[in-house]
């Protein structure tokens, strides 16, 4: 059984939840210790207790054992990777870049702990010296998404570590293994008790456990736009610093002088690959009226000869829905398709032939074309099925594309280089890539959207220090 972490104590519990592969439900990766709200306050407490200490420990030392982590995941690296395959389903080449990364955040954070840049500047009255100190919050709760069940605890984690916060992580109940493993690795490289605690179980209890937790001073989460807003309302009633990272519908435009085989195979790997469980996967192809037929055609094209199986597979490129729940959500919204748009052009079942029928697999399902006003074309599905628009024209194509709540990432494909400039100064999301999928980002720029998808400031970077300190300003008189 895999324990909860306490105050630096591997703990179990009475009750346990079951992790099972998505691919394979007859298989159990592993059984987790399942928390209460008392596991929580408990966790909160130790944090809380440790804060002093390891805040003033100084930063190159708190460094340090990020570092230390870092080379312990590396030394597990393809059982860990392994580990993700069977936990949350995306093919083992996902999960091993997916791990790399993790490993990489730890690395790049652990340098932050030498620099934790401040402020100095000049005053404008006579020997007085002024400066401002980087500082940290406190207890931070952390709420990570099964989706990237590795690299988000990993994001959130160490840029909290390093400013000399504690922390409290609540992972996904769907994938909590890959999060259970950064926080081994932590314990084997010897960060001291409390600073980190891990509490698997309940969303509902253990998050409402969490934003009461009279020793939390900031929250970070990552997940749906409901549990979101809930968590906003709650935390701003304490006055808690707070983080969001909710929902995207994101697009991506098409234009007739786009690199036409390119463009297929950007927008067929955005919206399908991690069985589009991203939420910066593209769920709408917004494409040019002069190529949308020929458009049309290869996509389907291309997304009839991907590879649907389990991911610990050689050559597998689309892996199952998560569970159950997330399933019968994306076979929901297909029929919604079905009922609004007419039946896909490719997909639309869920597949249980042979090895697969043990599994939670849906076929890549392609729609056109699609209009704003339908349901498929306004609402998040998370999983692999996308939706072809048609524009008239660029103006017309960047309307369809902001004209939703949701504004996470979004593309463009196209080789006007003015058009590109156009699109990148009036694209309403946090995330624009030209030329590029609209999901796969690196950890060393900020992360986060903008409108409904994203609340307070932003992830990975520099960025993500801004989050987890705040300024003590000196004025000094000499």
Same mark, same amino acid.
């Given at each position: 059984?895999?324990?909860?972490?306490?105050?630096?104590?591997?703990?179990?519990?009475?009750? %346990?939840?079951?992790?099972?592969?998505?691919?394979?439900?007859?298989?159990?990766?592993?059984?987790?210790?399942?928390?209460?709200?008392?596991?929580?306050? =408990?966790? =909160?407490?130790?944090?809380?207790?440790?804060?002093?200490?390891?805040?003033? #420990?100084?930063?190159?030392?708190?460094?340090?054992?990020?570092?230390?982590?870092?080379?312990?995941?590396?030394?597990?690296?393809?059982?860990?990777?392994?580990?993700?395959? &069977?936990? *949350?389903?995306?093919?083992?080449?996902?999960?091993? $870049?997916?791990?790399?990364?993790?490993?990489?955040?730890?690395?790049?954070?652990?340098?932050?702990?030498?620099?934790?840049?401040?402020?100095?500047?000049?005053?404008?009255?006579?020997?007085?010296? #002024?400066?401002?100190?980087?500082?940290?919050?406190?207890?931070?709760?952390?709420? %990570?998404?099964?989706?990237?069940?590795?690299? !988000?605890?990993?994001?959130?984690? =160490?840029?909290?570590?390093?400013?000399?916060?504690?922390?409290?992580?609540?992972?996904?109940?769907?994938?909590?293994?890959?999060?259970?493993? !950064?926080?081994?690795?932590? +314990?084997?490289?010897?960060?001291?008790?409390?600073?980190?605690?891990?509490? @698997?179980?309940? $969303?509902?209890?253990?998050?409402?456990?969490?934003?009461?937790?009279?020793?939390?001073?900031?929250?970070?989460?990552?997940?749906?736009?409901?549990?979101?807003?809930?968590? +906003?309302? +709650?935390?701003?009633?304490?006055?808690?610093?707070?983080?969001?990272? #909710?929902?995207?519908?994101?697009? %991506?435009?098409?234009?007739?002088?786009?690199?036409?085989?390119?463009?297929?195979?950007?927008? /067929?790997?955005?919206?399908?690959?991690?069985?589009?469980?991203?939420?910066?996967?593209?769920?709408?192809?917004?494409?040019?009226?002069?190529?949308?037929?020929?458009?049309?055609?290869?996509?389907?094209?291309?997304?009839?000869?991907?590879?649907?199986?389990?991911? #610990?597979?050689?050559?597998?490129? !689309?892996?199952?829905?998560?569970?159950?729940?997330?399933?019968?959500?994306?076979?929901?919204?297909?029929?919604?398709?079905?009922?609004?748009?007419?039946?896909?052009?490719?997909?639309?079942?869920?597949?249980?032939?042979?090895?697969? @029928?043990?599994?939670?697999?849906?076929?890549? %399902?392609?729609?056109?074309?699609?209009?704003?006003?339908?349901?498929?074309? &306004?609402?998040?599905?998370?999983?692999?099925?996308?939706?072809?628009?048609?524009? &008239?024209?660029?103006?017309? =194509?960047?309307?369809?594309?902001?004209?939703?709540?949701?504004?996470?990432?979004?593309?463009?494909?196209?080789?006007?280089?003015?058009?590109?400039?156009?699109?990148?100064?009036?694209?309403?999301?946090?995330?624009?890539? /030209?030329?590029?999928?609209?999901?796969?980002? *690196?950890?060393?720029?900020?992360? $986060?959207?903008?409108?409904?998808?994203?609340?307070?400031?932003?992830?990975?970077?520099?960025?993500?220090?801004?989050?987890?300190?705040?300024?003590?300003? /000196?004025?000094?008189?000499?």
């Amino acid at each position: 059984m895999f324990a909860n972490y306490i105050n630096g104590e591997w703990v179990d519990s009475p009750s %346990t939840f079951e992790n099972r592969n998505p691919a394979n439900t007859s298989e159990v990766v592993g059984l987790f210790a399942k928390g209460s709200a008392a596991d929580i306050d =408990a966790a =909160a407490a130790a944090a809380a207790a440790a804060f002093p200490a390891w805040s003033a #420990m100084p930063g190159p030392a708190r460094g340090a054992i990020l570092y230390k982590a870092a080379d312990i995941l590396d030394k597990t690296f393809d059982s860990v990777a392994a580990e993700m395959t &069977r936990e *949350e389903g995306k093919t083992l080449p996902e999960a091993k $870049g997916e791990v790399r990364r993790a490993i990489n955040i730890l690395r790049y954070f652990a340098g932050e702990g030498s620099r934790l840049p401040g402020m100095l500047v000049p005053s404008e009255r006579d020997r007085v010296h #002024m400066f401002a100190l980087r500082k940290p919050i406190g207890v931070v709760g952390l709420i %990570t998404p099964w989706n990237f069940p590795s690299a !988000i605890p990993a994001w959130k984690l =160490a840029p909290a570590l390093v400013c000399g916060n504690t922390v409290v992580l609540k992972p996904a109940s769907a994938a909590p293994l890959s999060a259970w493993r !950064i926080v081994e690795a932590l +314990h084997q490289a010897g960060i001291p008790k409390g600073v980190v605690n891990f509490v @698997a179980g309940s $969303g509902s209890e253990l998050g409402a456990a969490l934003v009461n937790a009279a020793p939390l001073k900031a929250i970070s989460f990552t997940g749906s736009c409901e549990i979101g807003a809930w968590l +906003h309302a +709650h935390a701003s009633r304490r006055h808690l610093r707070i983080q969001l990272e #909710m929902g995207g519908k994101n697009p %991506t435009i098409v234009l007739a002088d786009a690199e036409f085989n390119s463009a297929v195979e950007n927008v /067929v790997n955005a919206a399908f690959f991690s069985t589009g469980q991203k939420c910066t996967a593209t769920s709408r192809a917004i494409v040019e009226d002069a190529i949308f037929d020929r458009f049309v055609e290869a996509v389907v094209a291309r997304t009839r000869k991907l590879k649907v199986g389990d991911g #610990m597979t050689p050559g597998i490129e !689309i892996g199952p829905c998560v569970d159950q729940a997330q399933m019968e959500t994306v076979l929901r919204y297909i029929e919604i398709g079905r009922q609004e748009c007419g039946e896909p052009l490719c997909g639309g079942h869920r597949l249980t032939e042979g090895a697969l @029928a043990n599994g939670y697999f849906v076929e890549p %399902t392609v729609f056109a074309p699609v209009t704003s006003e339908q349901t498929i074309a &306004r609402e998040e599905i998370f999983g692999p099925v996308l939706a072809i628009m048609r524009a &008239r024209d660029f103006e017309d =194509a960047m309307s369809i594309a902001n004209a939703i709540p949701f504004g996470l990432s979004s593309s463009i494909q196209t080789t006007n280089l003015s058009r590109a400039f156009e699109y990148i100064y009036r694209a309403e999301a946090g995330l624009l890539t /030209v030329n590029l999928p609209s999901a796969g980002v *690196e950890y060393q720029l900020p992360f $986060g959207g903008s409108k409904d998808s994203s609340f307070g400031p932003k992830e990975q970077g520099p960025a993500a220090m801004e989050f987890y300190s705040d300024y003590k300003t /000196v004025y000094l008189k000499y």
